[in-house]
């Protein structure tokens, strides 16, 4: 089980956030976000946005923390990546 948070430094909403993803499962994501109490509301197709004072938590959790460009490759790698001309024919937050 491989789940991934990069360092809060996207600003929104009075915060940063981090993203959270799994570079091997959708339904591995799912799990741990609720495992976490992490609201589906906050999945983005192919990744959770996490507000900062998650951060730790997660860590302390077993998500693996790496730089976002390093947390991008390997979402790309499973073939889990949603790109924009994907969300065109996707429905914005599925599940939710």
Known sequence: MTVLID??????????????????SLDELHAFAAANEIPRRGFDLDHYDV????????????????????????????GLRVTKRDRATRPEHPGS
């Open 51 to 78: 507000p900062a004072r998650l951060y730790d938590v997660l860590v302390a959790a077993g998500a693996h923390p790496v730089g976002n460009r390093e947390l991008v490759l390997r979402l790309r790698a499973s």
């Open 7 to 24: 360092r809060p430094m996207w600003p929104a909403h009075g915060t940063v956030w981090s993203h959270l993803v799994s570079d091997t």
